[in-house]
C-alpha cells in the first residue's frame, strides 16, 4: 500500500515565522508534488520535484521554496509566513509517466495569525 | 495552457439516486490522461478511476461508471444509487506531458439518508 505521510495534520503559526512542512512517501517514486487547496480554487501547484535535488515551479511557488535532499522526503518551505497563506497543504508523490496516478497525503491544515 | 473545469459546485441528492457529474477539459495535447479524485471528509484525496485520450470507450465500475467524449472534450462521472458514503468533493483532473495534473475546482456532494 502507498503511504504518502505528511508531519502535521494542523499548524498554527504567527506572521513572519520560518514554517516547513515535511512530506515524506514510501513507495520510490521519482515525483512529489506540493499543493495548496482553497474553496473554490481546486488544487493549485505550488512546486514539484522530478528527483532529488531537482524541483521546479508550479502555477504558485511566490512565497515558497523547496528541498528534496532524499527521494522519500519533499519539504515545502515557508521563509516567511502570511497570513493570506493559510490553507489547506497537501503532497503527493507518483512514478513517471502520464498512466500514473499521484497518491495523496492526509493534508496539513496551516492557519497564520 | 491546459484546463479543467467543474462547472457543478454542490450537488445535493438522497440516497439511491444517480449522480453525474460533469467535467469538461482544455488541452492542445493529443495524448492526454484524465482523472476522477474523491476527497472525503478526512481530506485525503483518493483516486478513482482513469482514461487516456486514445480510448473513448465508458466503463462502468461497480456503481461508478464514466463517459469520455472527445468531441466536446468532457469527462463525465456518474454514482448510481448513491450512499452516504459518496459524500465528498470529487475532482477532475487532466495530465499531460510533465507529469502534472491539472485540477478542476471540485463538486461538493451531499447524499442524505
Known amino acids: 500500500d502507498v503511504k504518502v505521510t505528511q508531519s502535521s495534520r494542523y499548524l498554527v503559526k504567527r506572521t513572519g515565522e520560518k514554517v516547513f512542512l515535511e512530506c515524506v512517501q514510501d513507495m520510490d517514486h521519482e515525483n512529489m508534488f506540493w499543493y495548496r487547496q482553497d474553496p473554490g480554487l481546486g488544487l493549485r501547484l505550488i512546486y514539484f520535484?522530478?528527483?532529488?535535488?531537482?524541483?521546479e515551479k508550479g502555477d504558485i511557488p511566490e512565497g515558497y521554496s523547496v528541498s528534496r535532499e532524499k527521494k522519500e522526503r519533499f519539504s515545502l518551505i515557508l521563509e516567511s509566513a502570511s497570513t493570506n497563506q493559510t490553507s489547506m497543504y497537501l503532497c503527493?508523490?507518483?512514478?513517471?509517466?502520464?498512466?500514473?496516478?499521484?497518491?495523496f497525503g492526509p493534508g496539513t491544515r496551516l492557519t497564520v495569525t | 495552457a491546459q484546463k479543467v473545469t467543474q462547472a457543478q459546485t454542490e450537488i445535493s441528492v438522497v440516497e439511491k439516486e444517480d449522480v453525474t457529474l460533469d467535467c469538461v477539459y482544455e488541452t492542445r495535447d493529443t495524448t492526454y490522461y484524465l482523472f476522477w479524485y474523491k476527497q472525503p471528509p478526512s481530506g485525503e484525496l483518493v483516486f478513482l478511476i482513469r482514461?487516456?485520450?486514445?480510448?473513448?470507450q465508458n466503463e462502468i465500475s461497480g456503481r461508478y461508471s464514466w463517459n469520455f467524449q472527445k468531441s466536446t472534450s468532457s469527462f463525465n462521472f456518474t454514482i448510481t444509487a448513491s450512499q452516504v458514503v459518496d459524500s465528498a468533493v470529487y475532482f477532475c483532473?487532466?495530465?499531460?506531458?510533465?507529469?502534472?495534473?491539472?485540477f478542476g475546482g471540485g463538486t461538493r456532494v451531499l447524499v442524505k439518508p
Open positions: 482514461r487516456n485520450s486514445f480510448d473513448e
Open positions: 503527493a508523490s507518483s512514478g513517471t509517466g502520464l498512466f500514473y496516478e499521484q497518491y
Open positions: 483532473a487532466l495530465k499531460t506531458a510533465g507529469n502534472k495534473l491539472t
Open positions: 520535484s522530478y528527483d532529488v535535488k531537482m524541483k
